[in-house]
């Protein structure tokens, strides 16, 4: 089947978040949003009891805001099935309250949204640690596949780790055919996804920790460890940090 030709016709995306209690970084999340303009913002609350709701209503007034409202319950598949139900973009950017991207993402989404044969792309990802001007881990390990074609075949799958599939197969990288004719899935290193959450106070890295052992069954059924909660607030003394400045 041929590609179809999108060259030259102007490409619509959104943005897409689910949210539950992000009411310290909501204002972080928009004013990076401001960069790329895009047809529409969906966010999906999960029953914020903290002033999320009233910052996104705020923040989000300069963008096309759609605020949904959906208990959190044993899915992160469901919500984000439910923010990709009222995406009416050509392209969905999937980011995260904690998540925002590498100051050259702007210029690169918009030329890669008129790739003709890719479905989706992927982009490393790395945690910001002690402080937001260096990173931990290594810059091109964690990939991970956020932006992708609207497509009714694309849907969410897994209740928790949850990952963009076609038909119910996972999305990966490298060749992927589908019906429309786009047959690749494409990594972009040039993007970097900047992670904020290890920089939240230890009190709230222990209570999101507390929160995911509700989630270890089901990751235990797909063979993904969920450590104590105390693995999820690192100690400056056990990681060795290296200056952001090195990935742009």
């Not at 909501?26 to 966010?43: A, G, S, T």
């Not at 959190?72 to 439910?82: I, V």
């Not at 890719?118 to 991970?144: E, K």
């Not at 507390?210 to 056990?238: C, D, H, I, M, Y």
Request: some cysteine.
């Amino acid at each position: 089947m041929l590609f179809k030709h999108y060259e030259n016709t102007p490409q619509k995306l959104s943005i897409m978040l689910i949210v539950l209690d992000e009411e310290n970084l909501i204002k972080q999340w928009f004013d990076h949003l401001k960069n790329y303009n895009p047809f529409e913002v969906v966010v999906v609350d999960g029953g914020s009891t903290d002033q999320t709701k009233t910052f996104v209503n705020k923040y989000g007034s300069h963008f096309n805001l759609k605020l949904i409202e959906q208990p959190m319950g044993d899915s992160f598949a469901e919500q984000r099935n439910l923010a990709k139900k009222h995406c009416r973009g050509d392209w969905i950017l999937a980011l995260d309250a904690d998540e925002t991207l590498s100051p050259n993402s702007p210029a690169v989404i918009d030329k890669i949204i008129h790739d003709q044969s890719t479905v989706a792309f992927s982009f490393p990802r790395v945690a910001l640690f002690p402080d937001p001007d260096h990173f931990i881990g290594q810059p091109n390990a964690d990939l991970q596949l956020r932006l992708f074609r609207n497509l009714p075949e694309i849907s969410y799958i897994y209740k928790v780790h949850e990952r963009p599939a076609y038909k119910g197969k996972p999305i990966h990288p490298g060749f992927f055919g589908t019906d429309q004719g786009w047959q690749w899935c494409r990594i972009k290193r040039e993007i970097k996804m900047i992670h904020w959450g290890n920089l939240k106070s230890e009190a709230e890295l222990l209570a999101r920790g507390n929160r995911w052992q509700k989630f270890k069954t089901e990751s235990k059924k797909r063979g993904l460890a969920v450590g104590a909660a105390e693995t999820f607030a690192p100690k400056k003394t056990n990681v060795k940090s290296r200056p952001l400045s090195e990935l742009f």
